[in-house]
């Protein structure tokens, strides 16, 4: 029975999760599988992969074949380099211990890596969130100099129109005044006339 170390999708539409699987070859992708080795969610970021590692050697050592992703999976977690040292500590080129120290060498200067990686990522990550604060201090500052302005504007213009409404106003006046004299003067003398 030819054995796959492959993905198992899980997870909802848009947002998947794999688990890492020995399985048949000829099963079906989300079937029945021989052993759970790990898991990898691609969905954070630097993408979460918990994995068995000496579970997967054993199956690489009893003749499983990764798919490409597997294989990217098990090289990024190092499992293929443990595999390569079990190989040289059969073959009596090392010595377990020595086999042990490259290993957890290498595991070192990976997690060093990672964590640069997440270092780097939360530093852009603060470094967008305080451009982005300094963007809306800049719209707000523009945004109350604008409601200001706009305000100082409309105070002028009511006070321009008050002034300019107590000027024309006190015109009317004289010459509603001026009217109401001319016509009781007019009917004063049709009054005379009438009289005569």
């Known amino acids: 029975m030819p054995v796959k ?40 970021n630097p993408a979460t992969i918990e994995l068995d590692v000496d579970g997967a050697v054993k199956w690489l050592q009893n003749g499983a074949q990764p798919t490409d992703t597997a294989r990217a ?53 603060e470094a967008e969130k305080a451009k982005a604060l300094e963007a809306e201090k800049a719209a707000n500052a523009k945004r109350e100099a604008e409601a200001k302005a706009a305000q100082e504007e409309t105070a002028a213009t009511d006070e321009n129109y008050e002034g300019a409404a107590v000027t024309e106003g006190s015109e009317p006046e004289a010459n509603v005044e001026k009217e109401v004299a001319t016509e009781t003067a007019e009917e004063a003398a049709t009054e005379e006339k009438k009289d005569a």
């Open 5 to 44: 170390i492959r993905l198992q999708r899980h997870g909802k539409k848009g947002k998947p999760f794999y688990w890492i699987i020995a399985a048949d070859s000829r099963a079906k992708r989300d079937g029945k599988y021989l052993e759970k080795i790990g898991v990898y969610n691609p969905n954070t």
């Open 73 to 125: 999976i098990l090289s990024y977690k190092g499992v293929l380099l443990k595999k390569h040292l079990a190989a040289g500590v059969k073959k009596g080129a090392l010595t377990e211990e020595e086999a042990e120290k490259k290993f957890q060498a290498w595991l070192e200067e990976k997690e060093g890596k990672i964590d640069a990686k997440k270092e780097n990522l939360t530093k852009e990550q």
